[in-house]
């Protein structure tokens, strides 16, 4: 199929639905190109991967998708990024609904000096109005989706800066889908933890992907290797390559993608 003549989602592929659709994209800061006309689908339900070496991109077109820089001095970009059947940089500006449907998590768990419960609460009290017995459902709810509930459930109230850095990740994760995004923006969520907290995140990322459509940054290969189902290889802001996980770790069709797996070198 012709990625260029895509202009609407529910298109059926081997992957699946497509949630978000990209298509033709640049962006430039400046005079300086860092996105390159790319194209690109990513899938509803599954763990969409985007791998390369350090500033190829992959943060800058991670926060396009939800507009967070949106504000950046000097930044412009051409092209569309599709989901709901809209361009979000024709939709207006009303961000917060974007924001509500994609929401994000960053690399360093970003806790506010706020209780446990305040953080998981944060967003949707902007949404709506709640009591203190649905902010204690909220909280409960999506502290088990992310199972941190048994290790804070005695203490909602103490500082979420009393937390584990692992144990933040996960509570940033919770703040995250409690608003009931559609799609979770993962920036390196793990480059900051342990192993077993690193462990603990990959598989709360495979659990949440039944409910949500994840789109992942990592430049961890086993990592991307362990959980994603469709990999896009970046290289100094063009797609190398993009595909089923299964297909491009084990029959890369481009040099420069198998020199990437198998070196972590990139020759682009
Ligand atoms: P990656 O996440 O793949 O490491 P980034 O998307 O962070 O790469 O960066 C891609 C390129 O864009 C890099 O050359 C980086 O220096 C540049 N860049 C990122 N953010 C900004 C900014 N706010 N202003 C200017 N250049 C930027
Ligand atoms: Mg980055």
């Not at 709640?130 to 709810?141: G, M, P, Q, R, V």
Request: hydrophobic letters at 35%; charged letters at 20%; glycine letters at 4%.
């Amino acid at each position: 199929m012709d990625i260029q003549t895509i202009t609407h989602k529910n298109i059926q592929t081997d992957l699946g639905t497509v949630e978000i659709s990209i298509s033709n994209f640049s962006l430039a800061f400046h005079a300086t190109k860092i996105l390159k006309d790319i194209s690109v689908h990513f899938y509803k339900n599954k763990v969409n991967t985007l791998i390369g070496p350090s500033g190829s991109g992959k943060s800058t077109l991670l926060r396009c998708m939800n507009r967070i820089n949106n504000t950046t001095e000097g930044i412009t970009t051409k092209g569309a990024i599709l989901f709901n059947s809209k361009d979000i940089f024709k939709d207006n500006n009303d961000l917060s609904y974007l924001r509500k449907d994609i929401g994000m998590v960053f690399q360093r768990p970003c806790v506010f000096p706020k209780s446990i419960l305040e953080n998981v609460v944060f967003g949707i009290q902007h949404l709506k109005k709640l009591s203190k017995t649905d902010k204690l459902k909220i909280a409960e709810k999506h502290l088990k989706a992310v199972s941190l509930w048994n290790e804070v459930s005695d203490r909602l109230n103490e500082p979420a800066s009393s937390l584990s850095i692992g144990q933040q990740q996960r509570l940033c994760i919770a703040r995250a889908i409690a608003i009931e995004p559609k799609v979770i923006l993962m920036d390196e969520p793990t480059s900051s933890l342990d192993p077993i907290s690193s462990k603990t995140i990959e598989n709360l990322i495979q659990s949440l992907k039944k409910q949500y459509t994840i789109i992942l940054v990592t430049h961890n290969i086993s990592q991307a290797q362990r959980i994603s189902d469709q990999v896009t290889f970046i290289c100094e802001g063009n797609i190398i390559e993009t595909g089923s996980a299964e297909k491009l770790f084990n029959h890369p069709e481009k040099i420069q993608t198998k020199t990437y797996l198998s070196d972590n070198f990139c020759n682009c």
